[in-house]
């Protein structure tokens, strides 16, 4: 199964997209985005990975943050 960091999500489903629009995306200093839309908003059917995360209660409880770094090398 797909795995974040050292947690396994079974039956996650990932989407590509190869084309996108706009000079943001052009520019952009990054590989990729990991989904965190809503349900509704997501591509296709796949369920948002932090979705499928809570709904099989892979966490002890249904939080998650992240870090942005506005400069490569700072801790």
């Known amino acids: ?44 059917p796949a369920l948002p990975v932090f979705d499928n995360i809570m709904r099989r209660r892979l966490l002890p409880s249904n939080v998650f943050a992240f870090r942005l770094r506005r400069y490569r090398d700072t801790p």
Request: hydrophobic content about 60%; aromatic content about 10%; overall charge negative.
């Open 1 to 44: 199964p797909p795995q974040i960091s050292n947690l396994s999500v079974p039956e996650q489903v990932f989407a590509e997209a190869v084309a996108l629009p706009g000079l943001a995306f052009a520019a952009a200093r990054f590989d990729g985005v990991l989904g965190l839309a809503f349900p509704a908003a997501a591509a296709g």
